[in-house]
């Protein structure tokens, strides 16, 4: 039985590295690869091994008769991308190939290249693979930094508390947490605790991989009204981020706008209507599950300024949500547009995806019916936030009402969530580029600071999922490790040890990876007790705390 790639695929290109035959696509080498929303196996070529399976660091790939209920779909969608392709086809050759599946920038480390070390500020993802490529690829010494207190970056503030699969990803990363050749600094935050340039003046490089943690703004009038937040504030408190305060999200009102319609804001809506019960089996928030069980939100409406053509969730993300159980949707069809794209739609094309959904125009001036729905309405953008009359909250907001509408409609609703897309922010002692919201670079090299480097979305920008952070690191590391052959890494003033007593110094209160690990079994042994998979500490008192073995009192 052959095998088939689903709804949780990273990206990352692991099965790849491991296929004997050359079945799943595409490659980092080939031009489709970061621009596909997932990768696929080809079932003809495919000899039933399950290498791949045995490899994927999310656990997204299954034999075809055992792919999990709801799924069924990825079966065809997989035979589906090579309808029209060629396979079968030989590992590239040449002087930039190292291993089939793996990034393949040109690599030529001399036998007496000497070990460096590297500071890697951020453990997301990026960051991660970043340093991953240092070790297992040279003798370097890496410095794990994170400002907070914690690892996993946005694989445990930023992925959905029911997608327990695709944060298995960080289980791939956490192996080199307690690397020999490892040193951990959590909860250091660099431009507050130390200086970037006494940061460098301790390594031979430094690499951040700092995201982009703003979140765009509509640049509507009453944006700041109470009850109209951003996507990544949302995100953050439902997934335990303990800068984030626990009361932060009101979810009293019975109809949620979203203002987007990329997997953030689908994940959004998802949470928002889900039945509480079902998110008990995640790691979600348990102040946002309270907060969800009290509430009273019934309906969540997915504003998209284009057509259904240019929608920018993914296939699998749709998917889930046509498979939640109780929840309707609907496609709000005030304007033609809308529906002629949906039936116009070829069968691979992204509108397709919403054939079979309801269509019907809604009645806006009525409450929410009976039960839970999400609500397509595009051709529409916000135009105002408007609050209650009487300077306090949220009470509805003004949206465009389809071809040639000036007059608006308004959409009653008690929260709104912008979920627009995310930006960085600039890096202490780094340039940045106010526009792209990037450090400029060139390879990953910071322009004018030798030795310096980023990597993940403070590089690129703020696009491609997990897998997209491996050929981005690979890049950066091979730029770094260009420069170190070349002899243009300035040496480091001070040692390994003369940082850790700066540390200490500093900042007395940093986790190190056995606190890492405290901090793991505690939140393991609240969900046993809650009986769900983990119950997360969502303050940092409580993080420091289990970081030193409980000294002080968890929650539980």
């Not at 080939?30 to 079932?43: A, C, K």
């Not at 960051?127 to 930094?145: C, P, R, S």
């Not at 209507?273 to 008990?280: C, E, G, H, W, Y």
């Not at 907001?397 to 959409?411: K, L, P, Y």
Request: charged content about 25%; aromatic content about 4%; hydrophobic content about 40%.
């Amino acid at each position: 039985m052959t095998y088939a790639i689903t709804q949780t695929c990273c990206s990352d290109a692991t099965c790849v590295s491991v296929c004997p035959v050359n079945c799943i696509h595409p490659t980092p080498e080939e031009p489709d690869f970061g621009r596909t929303e997932m990768l696929y196996i080809d079932p003809k070529s495919c000899i039933d091994c399950g290498a791949c399976a045995d490899a994927c660091p999310v656990e997204a790939i299954f034999p075809l008769d055992r792919i999990p209920a709801g799924q069924q779909e990825y079966g065809p969608l997989n035979a589906a991308y090579f309808a029209d392709r060629a396979t079968g086809q030989e590992p590239p050759e040449g002087p930039n190939f190292h291993v089939w599946g793996e990034p393949s920038f040109r690599r030529s480390l001399p036998s007496d290249f000497a070990p460096i070390r590297v500071a890697v500020v951020g453990t997301g993802p990026a960051g991660m693979y970043a340093a991953e490529d240092l070790l297992l690829h040279t003798g370097a010494e890496v410095t794990l930094i994170d400002r907070l207190p914690v690892a996993g970056g946005l694989i445990r503030y930023g992925v959905a508390p029911d997608h327990l699969s695709t944060k298995k990803a960080g289980d791939t990363f956490a192996r080199f947490h307690t690397h020999p050749r490892v040193r951990m600094h959590l909860g250091l935050e660099v431009g507050r605790d130390i200086t970037p340039e006494e940061l460098a003046a301790h390594h031979d490089a430094v690499i951040y991989a700092v995201g982009a943690s703003a979140g765009r703004r509509l640049g509507i009038p009453g944006e700041d009204l109470p009850g109209s937040i951003c996507a990544t504030t949302f995100v953050s408190w439902y997934n335990a981020h303990p800068e984030v305060a626990q009361d932060a999200v009101d979810v009293s009102s019975e109809r949620v706008v979203v203002v987007g319609n990329g997997n953030v804001a689908l994940d959004a809506a998802r949470i928002l209507v889900s039945d509480p019960d079902d998110l008990t089996t995640g790691d979600i928030a348990g102040h946002a599950l309270e907060a969800l069980r009290a509430g009273s939100v019934r309906e969540v409406v997915l504003l998209g300024r284009r057509g259904p053509e240019d929608a920018a969730y993914t296939r699998s993300e749709l998917l889930a949500l046509k498979h939640l159980a109780g929840v309707e949707l609907v496609v709000d069809d005030h304007d033609p547009r809308t529906g002629a794209s949906i039936d116009a739609a070829g069968p691979g094309d992204r509108a397709a995806l919403l054939r079979g959904v309801a269509r019907e125009p809604v009645d806006w001036s009525c409450p929410p019916p009976t039960g839970r729905r999400i609500v397509f309405r595009f051709h529409s953008a916000p135009v105002e936030a408007i609050g209650d009359g009487t300077g306090g909250a949220l009470a509805a907001v003004r949206v465009t009402d389809g071809a040639g509408s000036t007059d608006g409609r308004e959409i009653p609703a008690g929260l709104l969530l912008r979920a627009v897309g995310r930006r960085g922010l600039p890096v202490d002692g780094l340039p940045f580029d106010e526009a792209t919201g990037t450090v400029p670079h060139e390879g990953g090299r910071v322009a004018g600071l030798p030795g310096t480097y980023v990597v993940g979305w403070i590089k690129r920008g703020p696009s491609g999922g997990i897998g997209a952070n491996r050929t981005c690191a690979a890049e950066t590391v091979g730029t770094l490790l260009d420069d170190a052959v070349g002899g243009t890494l300035p040496a480091p003033e001070h040692g390994a040890k003369a940082f850790q007593r700066l540390v200490r110094r500093r900042n007395p209160q940093t986790v190190d990876a056995r606190g890492l690990a405290e901090i793991e079994r505690a939140e393991l042994a609240l969900g046993r007790r809650a009986g769900r998979p983990r119950v997360k500490l969502a303050t940092l008192p409580e993080l420091v705390a289990a970081a030193r073995g409980g000294r002080r009192r968890i929650p539980g």
